[in-house]
């Protein structure tokens, strides 16, 4: 307060200033101005205090402070009462006059002017009931009961969105990352593990793990949003299918027994894009009660119709060899071939070379033997924690680096050449390792030292070494046909790659240089001599009295075992690669590279021959190709106005380009399989295993899918979520 130049002695004032007014009486000219004054203002008036009337007194002038305002926010100055007022009190006024008689004028409509007793005034104002009553009458204005309920609605809805879009966050990582979300028991799942961890810095998340944490992480919520995150991404592959400009798409089915021993089918589907890119997507594990080629091929179809994917747009099968699924008159491919004969089976490359490789260890009974001494040393290290310990100091202590030694496997279909690879690198270790672990008091050691009698022969090094100029060759095909990009046309040349080369080592000089290899391992190691195995005499009645050709030397016994494993490989690739559906793939191509229409091009309704026959010409006169691979990066660089000339061209590579040489993306999923059921998860139904195999292994298209959309999904089910969780926007 300021204060003016006073004399001495005290001086008598009324609390309302130098004009005071009766309690209660209220100038009603005034009264008329200060109504509109209040009802024009939505808020407080505090202009600068120099614009407020001071009180002039006798022997001091006292005037309004800055400070006031910000104490007292209520502070309302009235430029017609030349006062201030409580601006709520006086809004409560004008909707309940008898609120006038009950409180003090001074801040209702007379106005306040006793700068003096300012604070003392305003505090005991402030606490009065009346001001706490026309505080909490002038906030709920205009606020009725139902509004106020639907705002209170409102911030719990919104409050249970964020909730359950985190609940969804931490299944889609789970899903994503293929771990388990349940546990033996539910506090300790991966689940409430997960949103305890994300709740340390989220007191509204706590507050909800304290009181409702089982309302939506139950496993039949949790069941319910994977399903809407896995059929998304199934919805979204099927769309893209329909909506190619010519819809062709294979099938790519495979089996095996997951580590419950149910039967699990994976059906996976290859398109081509618009961009000429082929990919291949799987759709997901179905099991089955029986595995009859009739029972299978009705899965494959019922697939198709719940993706809504037309059977007539079917235009290749990939499969393995097996009869249930390879039969010429009850297998799955006939039975689907009898409604859609344009959809063509092509036994699966990498089985195919595979069995070549199987068909080429047994051809040679020396490869034949070493190979099988491999695989038992692989399952004695395997099976023996002390020899595999062993094992691994000596060979550390003869090597810089030490090797794992694995046993063979007929069903994996590149660990042949690394084994034996393995074996030769480590020869001296191995012989050390099982001599002295036959000397110990263990049940393997009549194991370990049969191997080390085996090992010691020089004839195993020479069947290693043998094998493995083989092996290599076949499983680098293997390796390459597993690709998701390989064409037909790309596997034919790459066996006939592979095939040129192994035939290539049918020579004298070649066979020579790796007898030459193995007879200086065996002398380095001081192993037995290769020696002629002994020959058995065939009997009189089939040689008569001539005698029968015998090998002189060991050189010349084994380069007809070796010849024997390098025949039946280029016999084996032969038969094996000039199947049925094969031909008549070489013949769409032989069309797109000579220019001439074969009548198989007919077959094909999505096909016009005579725009054909038309546009081949054209672009062989522009453009220089020797494949189909070559056409397709042709056709990918063309402007969109140029490529647009091409249409049928472009059909016929999209034919070539949709038939799958392999079913390796199938064998990709029962990888994803074993990380998912487990000894620990074999309860798992198979509705929840086929939804977590989807998130799992579409990670990429998983990523994609927003956290709202799932919510926005869960939400539209039932009447009550909509209630609880209202409307993501």
């Not at 997901?284 to 299978?296: D, F, N, P, R």
């Not at 007879?519 to 290769?530: F, G, N, Q």
Request: include cysteine.
């Amino acid at each position: 307060m300021t204060r003016g130049t006073h004399d001495e002695g005290s001086c008598q004032e009324n609390e309302q200033g130098p004009e005071p007014l009766v309690r209660g009486q209220i100038n009603r000219e005034e009264e008329g101005l200060h109504v509109l004054d209040i009802v024009t203002c939505t808020r407080p008036v505090q202009p600068d205090p120099k614009f407020i009337v001071v009180q002039k007194r006798a022997n001091c002038v006292l005037s309004f402070q800055q400070k006031w305002f910000t104490s007292f926010p209520w502070l309302h100055y009235s430029a017609t009462l030349q006062g201030v007022l409580c601006f709520h009190c006086a809004k409560v006024y004008l909707i309940q006059s008898s609120f006038a008689s009950k409180c003090d004028p001074a801040f209702v409509s007379v106005g306040f002017r006793n700068w003096k007793k300012a604070i003392e005034k305003f505090s005991g104002h402030a606490k009065s009931q009346l001001h706490i009553h026309a505080m909490n009458v002038y906030v709920q204005k205009g606020n009725t009961v139902a509004s106020q309920l639907s705002s209170a609605v409102a911030r719990q809805q919104e409050e249970a969105r964020y909730r359950l879009s985190k609940i969804v966050g931490s299944i889609k990582y789970l899903a994503r990352q293929g771990l388990a979300l349940r546990g033996h028991v539910e506090e300790k799942s991966n689940l409430s593990q997960h949103l305890k961890e994300k709740a340390e810095d989220d007191p509204v998340l706590q507050k909800w793990l304290d009181t409702h944490k089982q309302d939506y992480t139950s496993p039949l919520i949790q069941n319910e949003i994977l399903g809407i995150m896995s059929n998304e991404i199934i919805r979204r592959i099927a769309e893209t299918i329909r909506c190619l400009p010519v819809t062709q798409f294979a099938l790519i089915v495979d089996g095996t027994q997951d580590i419950s021993g149910q039967e699990q089918e994976s059906v996976c589907l290859r398109y081509v894009d618009h961009d000429l890119n082929p990919h291949e997507e799987f759709i997901g594990m179905y099991s089955v009660t029986e595995t009859t080629g009739q029972y299978l091929a009705k899965v494959a179809l019922d697939v198709l119709c719940r993706l809504n994917l037309p059977l007539s747009a079917l235009r290749g099968q990939t499969y393995d060899g097996a009869a249930n699924m390879s039969g010429t008159y009850s297998g799955a491919q006939a039975l689907i071939r009898e409604k859609q004969p344009l959809a063509l089976y092509v036994h699966c490359g990498a089985h195919c070379v595979n069995l070549v490789a199987q068909k080429a260890c047994t051809a040679s009974r020396v490869v034949r033997d070493s190979l099988d001494w491999v695989h038992q040393l692989g399952v004695l290290c395997g099976q023996s924690g002390k020899f595999k310990q062993l094992f691994h100091q000596i060979a550390k202590s003869d090597h810089e680096t030490a090797t794992t030694l694995k046993p063979l496997c007929t069903t994996r279909w590149t660990v042949r050449h690394s084994a034996i690879r393995s074996v030769l690198t480590q020869y001296d270790s191995i012989l050390t390792a099982l001599e002295e672990m036959a000397g110990r008091d263990s049940p393997t050691a009549a194991t370990a030292n049969g191997l080390f009698q085996q090992f010691m022969r020089g004839s195993t090094v020479l069947g290693l070494v043998m094998a493995e100029a083989v092996i290599g060759e076949l499983e680098c095909l293997n390796s390459s046909l597993q690709r998701r990009t390989q064409t037909v046309s790309g596997m034919q040349a790459a066996v006939c790659k592979v095939q040129s080369t192994l035939s290539g080592k049918r020579s004298d000089e070649v066979f020579q240089s790796l007898f030459e290899k193995a007879s200086a391992t065996v002398k380095s190691l001081d192993l037995e001599p290769i020696t002629l195995p002994r020959v058995r005499q065939p009997p009189k009645c089939f040689s008569g009295d001539s005698s029968s050709f015998s090998p002189k030397t060991p050189m010349e016994h084994y380069r007809v075992e070796f010849f024997k494993v390098l025949d039946s490989v280029h016999t084996q690739l032969t038969e094996r690669f000039q199947q049925g559906g094969l031909l008549t793939l070489q013949k769409l191509e032989n069309t797109l590279l000579s220019g001439t229409i074969d009548p198989v091009v007919h077959d094909y309704p999505e096909i016009n021959a005579q725009l054909l026959e038309i546009q081949l010409p054209m672009f062989k006169h522009g453009y220089m190709y020797s494949s189909c691979k070559e056409a397709t990066n042709i056709l990918k660089g063309l402007p969109l106005e140029v490529r647009g000339l091409f249409t049928e061209i472009e059909t016929l590579v999209r034919l070539l380009l949709v038939v799958p040489v392999s079913s390796s993306e199938a064998e990709r999923s029962f990888s994803a399989l074993r990380r998912l059921k487990t000894w620990l998860r074999t309860t798992m139904t198979q509705q929840r295993l086929n939804h977590v195999a989807v998130c799992h292994i579409h990670q990429d298209k998983l990523d994609i899918l927003t956290k709202k959309s799932v919510c926005t999904q869960f939400i539209s089910f039932t009447p009550r979520d909509k209630q609880v969780f209202g409307a993501f926007i």
